[in-house]
């Protein structure tokens, strides 16, 4: 997966089935904080931006939605605070 850094589908206890969408590029966050899994914020900022062609990832939730039929949670995340992309409203759009 290039073009949304998507991490996969894992298997939830509570959810389910899983599938982690990271909609950035690079360790993205409006912090910094010390204990943070991603390690240290690469790009620090409070614009929100498209980071990844929103086309693009549309496109490959569609095609994961094709190849695995059935109930999934959607979860975004990865590295950093994912509502700083754009895309975040309209991959949510899409899939409700
Ligand atoms: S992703 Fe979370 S823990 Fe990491 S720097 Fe941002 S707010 Fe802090």
Same mark, same amino acid.
């Given at each position: 997966?290039? +073009? /949304?850094?998507? =991490?996969? *589908?894992? %298997? ?11 909609? #950035?590029? &690079?360790? /993205? ?7 943070? @899994? ?5 790009? !620090? /900022?409070? *614009?929100?931006?498209? =980071? ?5 990832? #549309?496109? @490959?939730? &569609?095609?994961?939605?094709? %190849?695995?039929?059935?109930?999934? =949670?959607?979860? &975004?995340?990865? &590295?950093?605070?994912?509502?700083? +992309? #754009?895309? $975040?409203? @309209?991959?949510? !759009? $899409?899939?409700?």
């Amino acid at each position: 997966m290039h +073009s /949304t850094n998507r =991490f996969g *589908q894992l %298997s939830s206890r509570r959810l389910g089935r899983s599938l982690g969408i990271d909609p #950035l590029l &690079f360790t /993205t966050c409006n912090y910094d904080c010390v204990y943070c @899994e991603c390690g240290a914020t690469t790009v !620090k /900022t409070v *614009q929100r931006n498209a =980071f990844s062609p929103l086309d693009a990832v #549309l496109d @490959e939730l &569609f095609r994961y939605l094709c %190849s695995s039929p059935g109930r999934v =949670f959607i979860t &975004f995340s990865g &590295f950093g605070e994912p509502t700083l +992309s #754009l895309s $975040f409203g @309209e991959v949510l !759009k $899409f899939y409700l």
